[in-house]
Structure formats: structure tokens, C-alpha cells
């Protein structure tokens, strides 16, 4: 099969950038041929200041990715294209070209920007759906996206757009959830039920189980409001420095957090700030458990299936779909949001509980090689390539009363 995938980096590296390079290698590997088109929000940093000022008709319509992405098109023709991303650079445009040329189109559902301007459906220290059930006009008023009123009204234009055109509806055959959660959430946004699938991220190479007796705590990710690290600073706070904890990530946050375990004198954190991907699996192995005290939804957090490869298990807010992936009492230990109480009573459990907890990491590890291995993911990923590519010809012809076969490209879809 011949795969034209799509992704456009945000300027701070994710998880999507991550995924987006394993689901590249994992196509390769398996024989088939991957063709790329990528953009980077790093551009704008050498934009002038009209072309800046020209960026919110970028966001709904770019004109130069458009035809970039036509081109490719008609030198690849490829069997499907994959849309990992569009935000900023590349935009919803490609997708009316991919449909002109006959090309079914996938697009993995990595946050819920469709439904919510900040992407994350959070606002003010907890999770906020209020653009879903009252409009996008709320997150005008909230200024969600960047803490901006007219940054937030440019991308709920580009939203209110497509959604006009039926960019969401048409133009896409089918669609990627990460878990049930998403799609459930996704369905109540309005995206067609029939058209999304769920297949999980996954992990590649395969890190091996650890075999360490693990001795401290971890934290893997962002440091910044929605991970929930205030909380989980003011839960060390009851341990009197007891258990170590070892904080790895980089974010706006990081310098407050710092001042805050200086200030309480939390001697047993440590911040070692951005990791390599081998240093970060070698921290993996070294803990007793990894905490996600995350105050928004996550769409899936790779850091889970991370700690489940390396037989290690997760203790998380009991939100979204850290609650779906991490079973309680089975692959971790699930605490209320927000509380630091309740993560400080868990933390001091699993601390006490040292052998209950690595049999917790024997349960992760074989729900890793159950679900989230690069065969079991290609096997998904194929299906719902299959599943597109059907749907082209089931759209594009289909029998009129008389059993003829009719066009129904210049009618209304479903």
C-alpha cells in the first residue's frame, strides 16, 4: 500500500510529533511505501509582520499547502492519505483536494481542536466541554487558546468555516480515536459515528520489562497547568521527603515548581529536566510506579503505554482516558482529580504495597503485549486504511431505485 502521510509539527515538540514518526517507521517496516509532506510551526518565527498578520486566512485556508499537497497527489497517487495534523501551517484545505483527486483521507484524532479552540477541552484548573454544549463563542469569551480572546476567535473561525463547508463530514472518510472516551466525546461534538474508528497508540521498539526492584516515583511529561503537578507537589509535601520523586519534562511551570519544592524544602524531588527517549526509558525502569496526576481529559498519554512496556504501573486521576487505559487495583491505582489527599493516600499505599505493585507491573506488561505493540497497531491501522478505501467507491457510486449505478459526488452525503 502507498501512504501519503500528512503532519504539521507544533513549535514545541509532543506526542504527536512522537507518533507521527513511529506510525512513519512502523508502515516502512511492515513494506510500505510512505511518502511525507510535513510543515512546522517553527516557519513563523521568520515571518514579517504582515505575513504574522496574514496567519488567521493561513489557519482556515493555506493556499501554498494546498497546492503542495495537489501536487504530490497527482506524482505518488497514493492509496490513502493519513492527516496526523494541519494546525497551523498546513490546514483543513488539503482535504478538498485529497476528495477532487479521489483520495480517501484518515485523520487521527489526536486532541479535540475540532470541538475546542485550546485543543484540550480545560479551563481554569479543570475540564470545561462548554463550546460543545453552548458554542464556540464561549471559548471566545474565555480567551481558551493562549489566553487570548483574538487568538481563540481566529481559531473557532477556522472551526465555524470548515464546519460550514462540511469539511468534517465530507471530506474526510474516516477517522482515528485514540480510546472510547474520545469517540464518545467526538460523536456527542457531532462528527459522523460510522466514520471513527479506535485504534491506540502504541510503543516501538519494544524497551523490555524492567527487572529492577524500583525505588522511587516518577513523573514523565510537559510541566505546565493541566498536568496537575501542583497537586502533586503539595501531596509530597506529606511524605516529609521519604519517598523520592524524579520529575522529567521541561515547561512554563517548571521554574514555580521549583520555588515551591524550595520553598517547602522537598528535598526528594528532583527536576531533571528534558530527557533523551533512552534516558527517559532507563527512568521508566528505575521507578515503583508512575504518576499522572493530569487535571484534563488527556487524549492518551504515550507516558501509560510507555510504563506498561517497561512492566511498570501508573497511578492517575480518575478523568477521561487515563481512567479507560489504567485498570484500578489491576495495571495502577486511580485517585479524584485535583485532591492531593487522595494522591498522597495512594502514593503512601503503593509505597507500603512494594510487591502488590510490581505484580500491577506484570498486569501492565501483558496488556502492553496484548494491545499496544507495532502488530497489533499495524493490523488496526490496515483495517482502517481497507475500511477508507471501501468507502470511496461506496460514496462515489451506489444503485438508484432501478438498480443503476448512479454518481453521487455532486449530491449530499450522508
Known amino acids: 500500500m502507498k501512504v501519503l502521510l500528512v503532519h504539521n509539527e507544533y513549535q514545541i515538540p509532543g506526542g504527536e ?68 495534523n494541519t494546525f497551523i501551517q498546513t490546514s483543513p484545505s488539503i482535504y478538498a483536494v485529497c476528495r477532487k483527486a479521489g483520495v480517501p483521507v484518515v485523520q487521527t484524532l489526536h486532541n479535540f481542536r475540532l470541538l475546542c479552540p485550546a485543543a484540550t477541552f480545560y479551563r481554569d484548573g479543570h475540564a470545561c466541554e462548554e463550546c460543545v454544549s453552548h458554542g464556540l463563542q464561549r471559548g471566545i469569551r474565555h480567551g481558551c487558546y493562549r489566553g487570548s480572546r483574538m487568538a481563540t476567535a481566529a481559531v473557532a473561525g477556522m472551526l465555524a468555516t470548515h464546519r460550514t463547508l462540511h469539511t468534517w463530514a465530507r471530506n474526510i472518510s474516516g477517522y482515528i480515536a485514540l480510546t472510547e472516551f474520545a469517540k464518545r466525546k467526538f460523536i456527542r461534538g457531532g462528527l459522523p459515528a460510522k466514520k471513527i474508528s479506535v485504534k491506540p497508540n502504541f510503543v516501538c521498539p519494544d524497551p523490555g520489562m524492567s527487572l529492577e526492584e524500583g525505588s522511587y516515583a516518577l513523573f514523565v511529561g510537559r510541566l505546565s497547568h493541566e498536568k496537575g503537578l501542583r497537586t502533586l507537589l503539595r501531596a509530597w509535601f506529606h511524605f516529609r521527603n521519604s519517598i523520592p520523586l524524579y520529575i522529567v519534562g521541561d515547561g512554563p511551570l517548571r521554574l514555580e515548581l521549583e520555588a515551591y519544592a524550595e520553598a517547602k524544602s522537598l528535598s526528594s524531588v528532583r527536576f531533571l529536566g528534558r530527557l533523551s527517549r533512552k534516558e527517559t526509558q532507563d527512568a521508566m525502569k528505575g521507578a515503583l510506579f508512575l504518576v499522572l496526576p493530569s487535571e484534563c481529559y488527556e487524549n492518551f498519554p504515550m507516558t501509560i503505554v510507555e510504563a506498561f512496556a517497561a512492566g511498570i504501573p ?54 502492553y503485549e496484548h494491545k499496544y505493540t507495532a502488530e497489533k497497531n499495524h493490523a488496526l491501522l490496515m483495517d482502517i486504511y481497507r475500511q477508507a478505501i471501501e468507502s470511496r467507491w461506496v460514496r462515489n457510486l451506489q444503485y438508484d431505485r432501478r438498480g443503476d449505478f448512479i454518481n453521487v459526488a455532486q449530491n449530499q452525503e450522508p
Not at 317 to 325: D, P
Not at 333 to 361: C, E, K, Q, V
Open 17 to 84: 510529533d512522537v507518533v507521527f514518526r513511529q506510525e512513519r517507521q512502523l508502515l516502512t517496516s511492515f513494506g510500505h511505501q510512505v511518502v511525507t509532506y510535513q510543515r512546522s510551526n517553527q516557519e513563523i518565527t521568520d515571518y514579517s509582520r504582515l505575513k504574522r498578520l496574514l496567519l488567521v486566512k493561513h489557519l482556515v485556508w493555506a493556499e501554498d499547502a494546498q497546492r503542495d499537497v495537489a501536487r504530490m497527489l497527482d506524482r505518488e497517487k497514493p492509496d490513502v492519505v493519513h492527516v496526523h
Open 314 to 367: 501508573v497511578i492517575c486521576s480518575r478523568l477521561g482516558a487515563m481512567q479507560e487505559i489504567v485498570k484500578h487495583e489491576y495495571t495502577g491505582l486511580h485517585f479524584t482529580p485535583g485532591s492531593s489527599a487522595d494522591l498522597a493516600y495512594n502514593i503512601a499505599r503503593a509505597w507500603s504495597h512494594r510487591a502488590r505493585m510490581r505484580g500491577m507491573g506484570m498486569t501492565a506488561r501483558l496488556e
